[in-house]
C-alpha cells in the first residue's frame, strides 16, 4: 500500500491565483481530514469527511473547499489564496478500531500524507 | 473549546538521556493520541491513550484521564527521537474534530 500521498510536494502561488491540493489514499479508510501546519504550532484541522459525499467544517474552514466524490480522493480547493494562507497542509485518513474489554469503543488512527508546503506571496 | 497545552515547548537532551513530555487539556476527552513528527515533517501515530499506560520499545505514555493530563516518556533517547511530539485530543466520538496541542520540539545530541 501506498498509504496517503499527496501532491504537489511543494507551490508558490501568487495572491489571488487558486489551486487544488490532492490526496488519495488505498487504504479503503471511510474518514479523512486536511490540516494546516503553521510555523512552531499544532495541526489545525480545515475540513473532513466520513464518507463519499459527505464533508463538514473544521476548525478553519475559511478559504477552503473540499469534495467527497470518491473513498480514495479528498481533494483541497484554494481560491483567491492569500498569505494567510501560506503553511504546511497535510491529509489523513483513519478507519476506527475496536478496544476490546468490557465496554468496548471506537478509536481511530490517523494516517497522514507527507504533506504539501504552500506559500502564497 | 477544549485547550491543549504541552510542556516543555523546547527540549535538549544528550543521547542516553530520559525525558517526559507532558500534555494538560482543560475539558474531559474520548481519545487522546501522541504523534511523532520527524525532521522530514513526516507524522507518525506513536500511541492511542485516552486512559491508563501503553509501552512500545523506548518509549511509553500514560493519561490520567480524572486529572486531565498525559505523559509521554523516552527513555535512553537516541538521535532518531529528535523531532517534534504532539498530543491530540478528540471531545465526540466520532472519530473527527481532533484538537492538536502547539507540541514539544526535542533534539538529542549525539
Known amino acids: 500500500n501506498a498509504g496517503v500521498t499527496q501532491t504537489p510536494k511543494f507551490r508558490i502561488l501568487k495572491i489571488g491565483q487558486s489551486m487544488t491540493l490532492q490526496c488519495t489514499q488505498d487504504?479503503?479508510?471511510?474518514?479523512m481530514y486536511w490540516y494546516r501546519q503553521d510555523p512552531g504550532m499544532g495541526l489545525k484541522l480545515i475540513y473532513y469527511?466520513?464518507?463519499?459525499?459527505?464533508?463538514d467544517k473544521g476548525e478553519v474552514p475559511n478559504g477552503y473547499n473540499v469534495s467527497r466524490s470518491t473513498t480514495e480522493d479528498f481533494p483541497l480547493r484554494l481560491e483567491l489564496a492569500a498569505p494567510s494562507q501560506t503553511s504546511v497542509y497535510f491529509c489523513?485518513?483513519?478507519?476506527?478500531?475496536?478496544?476490546?474489554?468490557?465496554?468496548?469503543?471506537?478509536?481511530?488512527?490517523?494516517?497522514f500524507g507527507p504533506g504539501t508546503r504552500l506559500t502564497v506571496t | 473549546g477544549i485547550q491543549v497545552e504541552q510542556s516543555p515547548p523546547d527540549l535538549i537532551l544528550q543521547e542516553g538521556a530520559n525525558s517526559t513530555l507532558r500534555c494538560n487539556f482543560s475539558?474531559?476527552?474520548?481519545?487522546l493520541q501522541w504523534f511523532h513528527q520527524n525532521p522530514w515533517g513526516q507524522l507518525i501515530n506513536l500511541f492511542y491513550?485516552?486512559?491508563g499506560t501503553k509501552q512500545n520499545g523506548r518509549l511509553s505514555a500514560t493519561t490520567v484521564a480524572t486529572e486531565r493530563y498525559s505523559l509521554l516518556y523516552i527513555s535512553s533517547s537516541q538521535t532518531t527521537d529528535s523531532g517534534v511530539y504532539f498530543c491530540?485530543?478528540?471531545?465526540?466520538?466520532?472519530?473527527?474534530?481532533?484538537?492538536f496541542g502547539a507540541g514539544t520540539r526535542l533534539f538529542v545530541k549525539a
Open positions: 489523513a485518513s483513519s478507519y476506527p478500531h475496536r478496544t476490546s474489554g468490557i465496554s468496548p469503543a471506537y478509536y481511530y488512527e490517523q494516517y
Open positions: 475539558d474531559s476527552v474520548n481519545n
Open positions: 487504504m479503503n479508510h471511510n474518514y
Open positions: 491530540a485530543v478528540e471531545q465526540g466520538t466520532g472519530g473527527f474534530k481532533t484538537i
Open positions: 491513550i485516552p486512559s
Open positions: 469527511s466520513v464518507g463519499a459525499g459527505i464533508t
